[in-house]
């Protein structure tokens, strides 16, 4: 069955660095766009970032532009997000998403605290 597992969060300091894995089964990988969102306590699930099958097109959201970096690698099954300059804002789980087969799956996520 799909599944992605993410891990890579943990506790950091504000102007901080974190990089995020997003290991996927289940699908043929490749041919397959992928995103990161995020939630935060009390908040909505909101988009971080997404990246195309071949890698070649990314988006990010206005609160991560410059600050984050998603990438790929294809023949690891695998989805990465560089968080650069981390702010107490961007305290929340990561999950890893895809739209596969018309469904969208998710992962458990990954906590990232940004506390000094």
């Known amino acids: 069955q799909v599944q992605f597992v993410e891990s890579g969060g943990g506790l950091v300091q504000p102007g901080g660095s974190l990089k995020l894995s997003c290991v996927a089964s289940?699908?043929?990988?490749?041919?397959?766009?992928l995103n990161w969102f995020r939630q935060a306590p009390g908040k909505v699930r909101e988009f971080v970032a997404a990246i195309s099958s071949t890698g070649l097109i990314t988006n990010y959201a206005d609160s991560v532009k410059g600050r984050a970096t998603i990438s790929r690698d294809n023949a690891k099954n695998t989805a990465y997000l560089q968080m650069n300059s981390l702010k107490p804002e961007d305290t929340a789980v990561y999950y890893c998403n895809g739209n596969i087969r018309g469904y969208n799956y998710w992962g458990q996520g990954t906590q990232v605290t940004v506390s000094s």
């Open positions: 289940g699908f043929t990988f490749s041919t397959h766009g």
